[in-house]
């Protein structure tokens, strides 16, 4: 290819830290071994932090954002990708290390590039993008330490957010009873229709003081870390799991350990980007069949244009994004 394409490139030097769409080159992309036509992306709060500068997200520069893509193999030098094969891509290196999906082309080793599921529609996996692979990962971490449906219901916080709607649903479709809490009261008649058993609102909840209070839940999905983390530790279950995959209310965890060595209560993290393929494929599977969210559409509350993207960000970190957004490129 000699034509250039569009992408929305982030760069920090001399000029500053400063993002938008440019013109580039295929062979000024990241090398690998598959070159993807994008159709769709996602926005992520990782992708807010790395286009706003927000956060450190990025390596090395410059990248094109996105930690999601999804679309059509251009050309390919592994023979296990043809022409015209459907293919997604999450986290991976993808605008951490490497060139993401914000980008009408798209650069990916193979070794990452997932063929896309029967099952699931292009646009359908982006929906799911990182936050529901994040959901499912922190299902099938908790599953293999022994999580079933009869030990009693999850509860999910951040219930409002991506990772938060997709976990209730995926939970739902696994046959487990979801329970949540948001600080949003006003979505509590939406997080029912996607499957929630009770919703229950952030500021109303009062864990306690001792190290052990009354258990109330078999096991969490958790978005929000911080105090909300420390709450959780004391009112799971016995041998029920934790699944921690967020940061939103902090990074520091003030617990004790008797959670752990009295109830066998197990914190599980959940680090999705760098996820081994062989978990990867299962997981995708999984997504593509039993645990297929049943109300993408619902979920994917804003369906944007490729140049659309920057307002989006600052809405995101401000707290006022609802649901998942999902990005039209091709």
């Known amino acids: 290819m000699t034509q250039t394409f569009r992408a929305f490139r982030i760069r920090n030097d001399d000029q500053g830290y400063r993002a938008g769409i440019e ?41 094109n954002g996105g930690i999601d893509v999804a679309g059509y193999v251009a050309a390919s030098t592994d023979p296990a990708f043809k022409e015209g094969d459907a293919v997604l891509c999450t986290g ?34 982006m929906i799911i993008g990182t936050a529901g692979f994040t959901a499912a990962l922190s299902l099938y971490r908790m599953q293999q330490n022994a999580q079933t449906p009869d030990l009693g219901p999850i509860v999910v916080t951040g219930a409002t957010g991506g990772v938060g709607m997709l976990a209730i649903d995926i939970l739902t479709r696994a046959g487990y009873s979801a329970h949540a809490i948001t600080g949003k009261t006003d979505q509590f008649d939406f997080l029912i229709g996607l499957g929630a058993k009770q919703c229950v609102a952030r500021k109303e909840l009062f864990w306690g003081q001792r190290p052990l209070e009354n258990a109330h839940w078999a096991g969490a999905i958790d978005n929000v870390g911080g105090d909300m ?10 041998y029920g799991n934790i699944a921690i995959c967020g940061n939103a209310g902090g990074i520091e965890l003030a617990t004790t350990v008797m959670p752990f060595i009295i109830r066998g209560v197990s914190l599980l993290g959940i680090a ?31 369906e944007a244009d490729f140049d659309e993207i920057g307002p989006i960000f600052t ?16």
Do not use: C
């Not at 914000?102 to 029967?118: D, N, Q, T």
């Not at 983390?229 to 016995?238: H, K, T, W």
């Not at 809405?315 to 091709?330: H, V």
């Open 315 to 330: 809405k995101m970190l401000a707290g006022e994004s609802f649901g998942r957004t999902l990005i039209r490129i091709g």
């Open 92 to 125: 991976s290196g993808l605008s951490e290390t490497r060139d993401g999906g914000y980008a009408e082309y798209v650069r990916l080793e193979s070794k990452w590039a997932i063929p896309l599921p029967g099952g699931l529609s292009l646009r359908e996996s």
């Open 229 to 238: 983390l420390a709450g959780l530790s004391r009112v799971i279950r016995p």
């Open 272 to 302: 999705s980007a760098g996820t081994a393929r062989s978990i990867r494929d299962d997981i995708w599977q999984h997504l593509a069949d039993d645990w297929k969210p049943g109300n993408l559409d619902k979920i994917a509350t804003k």
């Open 23 to 63: 013109e580039m080159r295929v062979d000024e992309l990241s090398p690998g071994e598959v070159l993807v036509k994008a159709a769709y992306s996602s926005v992520n709060y990782k992708d807010a932090l790395a286009g706003t500068g927000k956060g450190k997200i990025l390596r090395q520069y410059p990248l």
